[in-house]
């Protein structure tokens, strides 16, 4: 049996405490938890670190306490509401969890791992009906041997603009993780609009995943 993981990028989500925390902070945010159940008030609580020169003074929607703190690293606490928008939970009431979450310069990145193709492309298309400018940062399939089952795109599916917007983005390192270039970067060197950009990329993504998951379907 083999699996799929994936890397989906929230591009500044509205009403995210974390992703807030993470453009005052000017650093990226990871290992975040959070409670699994509200508390008798409603509220879930998470946790982060950041290290701990790093200020966060900021607005970000929530009360952010610093509740643990060394030389090296600072423990904040928050709460939000359970019933807000929050991608990782429109994400688990899929049935697939989040693996990892970090935030960096007012985004989120979410991982997960799914059985089938299919998955992420709902989870997509769930994400995009709660967030603008969902993007999928990373998708790569595992295997049980080393026997390979290439699966070819047609390059010519995507439109002349779409190529050209896909290939400045990975050759500026934006698919890389660490990032080699963000939204803002690729969008200017491009010489379009921030949100330009992102439609155009989401929609070339959407090709490629239709592409894919058409390419997984056993042949009648």
């Known amino acids: 049996m083999t699996g799929f993981r994936a890397t989906v990028a929230v591009n500044e989500p509205v009403g ?27 509220m879930i609580v998470e946790e982060f670190g950041v290290a701990a020169d790093v200020s966060i003074a900021g607005d970000h929607g929530a009360e952010v306490t610093r509740v643990q703190s060394n030389d090296r690293e ?19 009431q899929t049935g697939t969890p989040v693996s990892s979450v970090r935030a960096q310069n007012g985004s989120l990145y979410l991982s997960f791992r799914t059985l089938e193709l299919e998955t992420i492309s709902e989870i997509v298309e769930e994400l995009r009906t709660a967030f603008d400018g969902i993007i999928v940062e990373e998708l790569s399939q595992d295997h049980e041997d080393v026997t390979a089952d290439p699966v070819v795109v047609d390059r010519n599916q995507l439109t002349s603009r779409q190529r050209e917007i896909v290939e400045t983005a990975h050759e500026m390192g934006y698919f890389e993780y660490p990032k080699g270039a963000n939204a803002t970067d690729v969008a200017e060197e491009l010489g379009v609009a921030r949100s330009t950009f992102t439609e155009h990329l989401a929609a070339a993504q959407t090709k490629l995943m239709d592409a894919l998951l058409e390419a997984e379907r056993p042949q009648q």
């Not at 600072?74 to 688990?92: L, M, Q």
């Open 16 to 42: 995210c405490p974390l992703a807030d925390v993470s453009a005052c902070a000017g650093e990226q945010i990871d290992g975040v938890s959070r409670s699994s159940r509200p508390t008798a008030n409603g």
């Open 74 to 92: 600072a423990i904040y606490r928050f709460e939000r509401e359970s019933d807000t928008n929050c991608a990782c939970e429109i994400i688990e």
